[in-house]
């Protein structure tokens, strides 16, 4: 069986989580290959598997009749998944969906408006995370296409904890973007909050430098300045993926933890990594992490914008050892039990079957 799976960037979460599908459907025989519409940073990942760059109609039309492909997966980007239609390809074109960033309303707001007069035109079924805005706004404005929703993948036996030896103070880390949805400006506004009482502790960011808009950037600059952060602050602009397990690692025992700051995510993928490395998380209840985080089991959560919450539920999460141990844990288990890669590729197969047999 042949896939293509099609994004903008190689870059972030869909990057990662089109990495990961290679490593669950491979053993099946399954060929995955990659489409990117332009270059990017998550290139340097590399994996055995054909991908290609290109924005051109003529090109792109090449790399899918060569394929022979059973089945294509745009991700997001309705305007290809018309011109594959419109082409002639014959074979299976799903629409995938992993987030749509802002916030919940907006998600439901632009799929009605934007995505649906062309999904109920050209597309054969919808693929999407078990993420309540998500699956309201497909649900809601579909009624009449097939719909498919169950968990990504990650392998935990190629990323995983690492012993490395310990950071002498806590670091509490940050993965993402400098863009509103990703929240830094909170991530920092905590990070300050937390080193008025303890001023070992350090701050890690780690970014795609590729992606910041330029007015984030100086934003960005001029906040370190005014919260004094320049000295207690290290930012690592793209890391290779497999360098990340021992950032990770490395937060997790310094007493640390990852903190994500996002209003809205249609998954969190840097959350899932830290997890799997022993790292605890503090996130906002951004919806997408809530098949991760379950509050004080697998990691903590906080609304959104409440500082002091944060703060509080953060020291818990570094100073009562008991229930630190217990989420690091648990958080492992958790992620080997529920994103596990023979079980995105049962659920995968089967979708395809399905449809080929639905489409005969």
């Known amino acids: 069986m042949n896939i293509l799976f099609s994004y903008f960037i190689p870059s972030g979460g ?60 745009v991700n997001t980007d309705i305007n290809l998944l018309k011109k594959i239609k419109e082409s002639g390809y014959e074979g299976l074109v799903i629409y995938e969906n992993q987030g749509l960033g802002k916030n919940k309303e907006y998600a ?23 993420t309540a805005h998500l699956k ?19 392998d ?56 910041a808009e330029k007015e984030e950037r100086i934003a960005f600059e001029k906040m370190i300045l005014k919260l004094k952060l ?3 602050l290290k930012v690592f602009s793209n890391q290779p993926h497999h360098k990340m397990s021992m950032f990770l690692s490395e937060i997790g025992d310094s007493g640390g933890f990852l903190c994500s700051t996002s209003k809205v995510e249609g998954f969190g993928y840097a959350v899932l990594e830290a997890m799997a490395c022993k790292c605890p998380v503090l996130t906002t209840d951004s919806d997408g992490v809530r098949s991760l985080i ?46 596990s890669p023979e079980q995105y590729a049962e659920k995968f197969i089967r979708m395809i079957n399905e449809l080929k047999q639905r489409n005969k």
């Open 156 to 211: 935990t036996k190629d990323f995983h904890y690492r012993k490395i030896p310990k950071h002498p103070h806590p670091i509490i880390g940050w993965v993402g973007r400098l863009e509103k949805n990703k929240n830094w400006r909170e991530f920092l506004t905590i990070g300050a909050t937390l080193m008025k009482e303890n001023h070992n502790i350090k701050l890690w960011m780690f970014e795609d430098s590729t992606l």
């Open 230 to 232: 320049k000295e207690k």
């Open 294 to 339: 379950k509050h004080n089991k697998t990691g903590k959560l906080y609304p959104i914008n409440h500082i002091s919450k944060a703060s509080v539920e953060a020291k818990e999460l570094m100073f009562n050892y008991e229930l630190r141990d217990k989420i690091r844990k648990t958080g492992v288990q958790h992620i080997k039990r529920h994103f």
């Open 136 to 154: 309201s706004a497909f649900e809601k404005n579909f009624p009449n296409i097939q719909k498919y929703c169950f968990q990504n993948s990650f």
């Open 14 to 73: 869909v990057e990662t989580l089109n990495r990961q599908r290679f490593y669950a459907l491979h053993p099946y025989n399954i060929n995955c290959h990659f489409l990117y519409l332009q270059e990017g940073k998550g290139l340097q990942n590399k994996i055995q598997a054909p991908i290609f760059i290109s924005n051109d109609d003529k090109e792109i039309n090449h790399i899918i009749k060569k394929g022979d492909y059973d089945a294509i997966i």
């Open 108 to 130: 439901d707001y632009y799929i009605r408006n934007h995505v649906a007069p062309i999904l109920n035109q050209y597309c054969d079924a919808l693929l999407y995370p078990k």
